[in-house]
């Protein structure tokens, strides 16, 4: 079971760089979580893109499904070559429907719904899910093997939900999107204070912070997480491989 950070940012990304998102691979499986911008162009450095088997998709902010019309145009182009690849499935919730709907396409991606009620299997994973604290839904997602689990926080504030959703994860992603001076002051998003807090309360074993801002030295943010986390503790590097 691997992961892989795509991207690192929140919001946009920086020059040459992405947003949020990250592959997870387990037994020839390729699974991408987020596809917001740059995302597409990060992740052909690590994988072809006809080689991708899923893709699960946390909330419809544009930093979390910006390419996903690129991946789509992708697989479509293939098509009109004459390599056609089987419908790629795109896991998001349906409390927008709207945005839902624009994850099938003309039968090159199919929309799968998830909810915070079920666990359903993707590939080798059971996928589970957490309605997180954001200003527009949003899930964060386990994903669990028979020996191991993958928790990501997606975008939230401090939720106790989290700490139990998170219990002894091998790894958990979280965002850490605000410095200290910030927290409690900008809705949907949660500093390394917090994220470290989570990872210490949940007795998680690896922390990975994400969601990173664009400005300040975030030094800082994974500083603040270590305050409440003596575990590893680190921020995301790309193509940086997490290996369980």
């Known amino acids: 079971m691997k992961i892989v950070p795509i991207g690192i940012w929140g919001g946009y990304p920086k020059a040459n760089s992405a947003t949020s998102s990250f592959l997870l691979e387990h037994e020839g499986f390729h ?3 987020d596809c917001g911008s740059g995302v597409l162009s990060s992740l052909q450095n690590y994988l072809p893109l006809e080689k991708l088997d899923a893709v699960v998709i946390s909330h419809y902010h544009a ?3 910006a390419d996903i019309g690129s991946l789509q145009y992708s697989r479509l182009i293939n098509y009109y070559l004459g390599k056609p690849l089987k419908p ?3 896991y998001g919730h349906q409390e927008d429907p709207e945005n839902f709907g624009k994850l099938s396409y003309k039968e090159q ?3 799968i719904p998830i909810s915070k009620e079920e666990t359903i299997q993707i590939g080798p994973f059971d996928v589970s899910f957490c309605e997180t604290k954001h200003p527009v839904y949003c899930l964060a997602m386990k994903f669990q093997t028979t020996d191991h ?3 990501l926080t997606a975008d939230t504030e401090w939720q106790e939900e989290l700490v139990e959703f998170a219990r002894d994860a091998d790894i958990l992603i979280s965002e850490a999107n605000l410095y200290e001076e ?4 900008a809705p949907g998003h949660m500093g390394g204070s917090e994220a470290g ?3 210490h309360l949940a007795n998680v074993k690896q922390l990975i912070l994400t969601h990173l801002p664009l400005h300040g ?3 800082e943010i994974l500083q603040a997480a270590k305050v409440h986390y003596d575990g590893s503790a680190e921020l995301a590097e790309v193509g940086k491989e997490y290996v369980l």
């Open 31 to 33: 699974c991408l979580i």
């Open 63 to 65: 930093d979390h499904i």
């Open 88 to 90: 790629l499935p795109i």
């Open 109 to 111: 991606t199919i929309g």
């Open 149 to 151: 689990s993958i928790v």
């Open 182 to 185: 910030h927290v409690g002051k």
């Open 197 to 199: 807090n989570l990872a």
């Open 217 to 219: 030295n975030i030094e």
